[in-house]
DNA sequence: ACCTGAACACCGTTCAAGT
DNA sequence: ACCTGAACACCGTTCAAGT
């Protein structure tokens, strides 16, 4: 296990998040990163034992921005304002964001943002031993809305499509008026306020 | 757009699904299938367009195991016995499940899942306005939890790490005793509760 | 301390051809 | 109708060497 040089890490980062925002995460490869430092493709293993462990600083690197700037608040609004800026980071970078719910609070800037969102549940006055569930809990929901956004999991194109084919539907068919959501915004307000029901019991 | 021949569709899923649960998802390559098929690579460009339809329709065959073979029961017992039916998947095939956080409901077999959602939510008494947000957040969450699961995200390990770093991690340290969660089972079922409480309201 | 060149064992996919 | 062979433009990574 050899040790790594630091120096220039940021810098192939900042390539790497570049690359993948301009051109999608398939292209992302560790030639390309390398091209566009400047360098042949072997020099970043100085920098990283593998691709891997580079997408892993990746995350790392995202998480940094999702620290609120302001600590005021109660609990629920910094809850809802961390639950936001994630959202908001997807749209920014939708082509690494996913790989948020596969290497996420591994790093030690996950570990930071997940101390907030503890404290920010402590403070809205969840129990002590609900504390942790809850926080998985609200950021796999979180994560996983995201993801379907950016991905167009959610797009309303299927529901359209899926009510003409008529037969063995009924629900949709019943539904018909109610399928046709595009205010992701709107939806995404709505779920939050249904999981603070959650964390703040009758 | 070329008409795609059917006949060893199954076949080739089948090798398809075998190969990325007994070597992961990278192993799962067009060359690969060919070979576990007994058939040149070139010979499944007649069966499916290219890799990315291939995984469509292999997320599409793990859907239909979801549908529940029985169905009675209130709206929220079908609910609930799908959501555990969708975390069984997950820990049978954890390296294809998470693709259906990505592609998922495209599919025929997809929009099926859907309505059986939509019936039991609508049985279960939610109005018919909500019953699609409602959809999406129930099985955005189920998704990401098994996701995590699988993936390792909720492992304890870096729990235990985590607070021994001490220093700035206040939430943690006042937590301690609640941070070794590990039984997922538990977990899930609390959370499914959790989410019922949204679903009935007061 | 930092980087390069050549090589290995892979990819997905196109095109033209074969029965 | 179904399949093959050869080729193209890529991958991640190892190893030995160069300044």
């Known amino acids: ?26 292209a992302l490869s560790m030639r390309a990163v390398a091209e566009r430092v400047g ?21 790392g690197r995202l998480l940094t921005g999702l620290t609120p700037s302001e600590e005021a ?14 959202r908001r980071l997807a ?26 969102i503890y404290q920010a549940l402590l403070d809205a006055g969840v129990p002590e031993a609900d504390v942790p569930r809850i926080e998985r809990l609200v950021s796999t929901f979180v994560l996983g809305f995201a993801i ?13 499509s899926r009510t003409r084919r008529g037969a063995d539907l009924p629900a949709h068919r019943r539904l018909v008026g109610h399928l046709a959501a595009d205010d992701w915004d709107a939806e995404f307000a709505a779920d939050l306020a249904d999981l603070m029901r959650i964390i703040r019991p009758v």
């Open 73 to 86: 608040g109660t609990g629920q609004e910094r809850l809802s304002e961390i639950a936001w800026a994630t």
């Open 39 to 59: 360098v042949t493709p072997m020099a970043l293993y100085g920098y990283f034992r593998n691709k891997d462990e580079l997408l892993d600083a990746l995350v």
């Open 91 to 116: 749209r920014e970078h939708p082509a690494v964001f996913p790989l948020l719910l596969f290497r996420a609070s591994v790093t030690s800037d996950g570990v930071r943002v997940v101390d907030l």
């Open 1 to 26: 296990m050899r040790k790594l040089k630091t120096s220039r890490q940021p810098e192939i980062l900042d390539a790497a998040l570049a690359i993948a925002d301009e051109r999608g995460l398939d």
């Open 148 to 160: 379907s956004e950016v991905n167009g999991r959610f797009s309303s194109a299927s529901d359209e």
